[in-house]
């Protein structure tokens, strides 16, 4: 709101402004590029909301409330949270080998229908427009109105593979340490499974539609992709860490590879690469690393997609997460309908799971990517320690690379036009800040050729448990 | 009846004439308007009216229980500058006085206004022609953990009647 001068040597500079009063909404964020000479100089994503302490409040909670205290930090993603959550903590207690098949396919259902709903959300209701420009999906859907009508018929049918499972489609409850509280059904899995299979056929449509008549900026870059690469399945809740570049860790040794720290324009930690810096998660990065393992019904579109968008995998283009977006949906829509069709009522629905001293960490792809636990456990069950990492933070860095690249082309636009295309580059990340299509306040300063570059304090994240 | 759940049955009876969508904050004094009605109903259970509490209703939901409808209604209590706390509001949704509601805007993958969902469903076609917003005036918002006043408790009760009237009207056009 304010305009903040800094002092350096040679004396007032005009370069910078806080927005902290904006920060009511949750998830709010700004973004600024700071421009020296023509060259861009910095490129800065500001979330300043609040921290939620959830790693704090969690210590000393029984370890049967994490999966629903957990699943409260994200209104759109409560699945991953859970089942983040779970898994961890099965590992911790000592029965993550125990669960047998039919739970897991449960869990992947679960994974399946929030999958579908957020890609789809994010799709054509906050992305699509800017790429057809226009404002939002109010005026986009007067004029394609089949496409927003079937794309919420899709989003539809992933909540209620959310509900079926959790009980109802918002903050869903029904997965436990263990298992499932209960499981559905057969009559009512049947009867989703239909509904299941006309979204998928729906989708495919949608799919060859955001393929063929989108035309897809270009910012290729040389990313680091990092994402769950679980033998002989595309990645959802299980599987080892894995990059392009060779990374390749067991999640439970997610902190020997990988290190957050605190910046000081950002509430949220940023996460790296322990000395190779930035890297990205999310759709693009399960599509590059696993397309090999996509249902066949979504891997039979990929030649078809890659001709129209003009790109063999891998993808470096980051406005191209909305066709890999697109794909996971068809794969989702085609796994929860194959889960379901062949669906027999699980009974127990869970392990058996009692308190016990332990440790466990684990990670699953949340729709924005990964997402990794880790806790430690009492030998009354009570939580000792708890650390979250969740995808939009491992984004971050990579965001500000990408804007500082673009920034450079936009030189010669009026300010709100470029801000326009920057809101635009930062949502092909899907960021979970509630990215409402205003949460971005933008600034382009133009600095004074003897200004300094603004500090910005950055420390390591404290380890100690 | 009240409904956040999986798919109804194939077989499933038509929906309910009149879907009501509820706004408010039990525990924020009056803006608690959409409660003490969304406890009303419940208590009275009305042929004709399905309802739905916005705040549990996940962001572009509220378009999947159009269809089908022959009204709907919004219930909220807003702040209507220039006009007295307590005064009784029943207007046309699109009727250009209508006072806008908390954080009309606000879209993102957690959240959609109403008043942005019902305009995308207009925009889609999806939306009934009979739709109109059932309020109160309110001043500033209570602290947490206040009671509505009694004004407000007074309007939910105007609502509810208006609310099972207009039930019992679209039944019997059907």
């Known amino acids: 709101m304010s305009d903040e001068k800094s002092k350096n040597d040679r004396g007032p500079v005009a370069r910078e402004i806080r927005v902290g009063a904006l920060a009511r909404v949750e998830g709010e964020g700004a973004f600024s590029l700071s421009i020296r000479d023509g060259r861009v100089e910095r490129a800065c994503l500001e979330i300043y909301e609040p921290p939620r302490l959830f790693e704090a409040f969690l210590r000393g909670r029984d370890f049967r409330e994490v999966p629903d205290i957990t699943a409260r930090i994200c209104g759109i993603c409560p699945v991953a949270y859970q089942a983040s959550a779970c898994h961890a903590l099965e590992k911790a207690l000592g029965i993550f080998d125990k669960l047998e098949t039919p739970i897991r396919d449960l869990r992947d259902l679960f994974y399946c229908g929030e999958w579908i709903e957020s890609h789809v959300l994010h799709i054509f209701l906050l992305h699509l427009p800017d790429f057809l420009g226009y404002e939002s999906a109010i005026s986009m859907a007067q004029d394609h109105r089949e496409i927003v009508r079937r794309a919420l018929r899709v989003k539809r049918a992933g909540n209620e593979v959310v509900a079926l499972l959790g009980g109802r489609s918002v903050h869903p409850v029904g997965m436990c340490v263990g298992g499932f509280y209960a499981s559905p059904d057969e009559a009512s899995a049947d009867r989703l499974g239909r509904g299941v299979e006309e979204a998928l056929s729906e989708m495919v449509d949608l799919t060859r539609f955001l393929a063929a008549k989108v035309d897809y900026p270009v910012l290729e870059r040389d990313y680091e992709f990092v994402a769950l690469c679980p033998d002989g399945q595309y990645p959802m809740n299980l599987g080892r860490i894995k990059s392009n570049r060779g990374l390749d860790v067991d999640p439970e040794e997610f902190e020997d590879a990988f290190e957050e720290i605190q910046v000081g324009h950002s509430t949220a930690l940023h996460a790296r690469l322990k000395g190779r810096g930035s890297y990205v998660v999310g759709p693009l990065a399960r599509l590059n690393l696993n397309h090999e393992k996509l249902h066949p019904e979504a891997a039979a579109l990929l030649p078809g997609v890659c001709e129209s968008v003009k790109a063999a995998l891998p993808w470096r283009n980051s406005y191209l997460a909305m066709p890999a977006r697109a794909l996971e949906t068809v794969h989702a829509l085609a796994l929860a309908r194959d889960i379901l069709k062949r669906y027999r009522r699980v009974d127990p629905s869970y392990v058996p799971v009692g308190p016990r001293a332990g440790q466990g960490a684990h990670a699953t792809e949340a729709p924005r990517g990964l997402l990794w636990h880790r806790y430690r456990t009492e030998e009354d069950g009570s939580i000792a320690f708890a650390r979250i990492v969740p995808p939009t933070s491992q984004n971050q860095a990579v965001m500000e690379e990408d804007l500082a690249e673009l920034g450079a082309r936009l030189m010669d636009l009026p300010d709100e036009e470029a801000a326009l295309k920057c809101e635009h580059l930062i949502r092909n990340y899907d960021p979970c800040i509630s990215c409402s299509t205003h949460f971005l306040k933008f600034r382009r300063n133009r600095l004074d050729t003897d200004a300094a570059p603004p500090p910005d304090p950055v420390r390591s994240r404290g380890e100690t448990p | ?174």
Not at chain 2, 69 to 89: F, K, Q, S, T
Not at chain 2, 137 to 166: D, F, H, M, N, Y
């Open chain 2, 1 to 174: 009846m009240s409904r956040d759940g999986p798919a109804p049955p194939a077989s499933a009876p038509a929906p309910a004439p009149l879907l009501v969508i509820l706004c408010g904050n039990p525990l924020a004094g009056d803006d608690a308007f959409g409660s003490l009605v969304a406890r009303g109903l419940e208590a009275r259970a009305p042929a004709g009216v399905e309802w739905v509490a916005a705040a549990l209703c996940p962001a572009f939901r509220a378009i999947d229980l159009l269809a089908g409808r022959r009204a709907i209604r919004v219930v909220d209590a807003v702040r209507w500058p220039g006009v007295e706390a307590g005064r009784l509001i029943d207007l046309g949704w699109f009727e250009g006085v209508r006072p806008h509601l908390e954080s009309e805007t606000v879209v993102s993958t957690h959240r959609l206004s109403v008043a942005l969902e019902l305009d995308l469903a207009d925009s889609l076609g999806l939306l009934p022609h009979d739709v109109r917003l059932l309020g109160v005036t309110i001043g500033p918002a209570g602290k947490t953990g206040t009671r509505p006043s009694p004004a407000v408790e007074q309007a939910a009760r105007w609502v509810l009647r208006k609310i099972e009237a207009e039930a019992a009207r679209a039944l019997s056009s059907i």
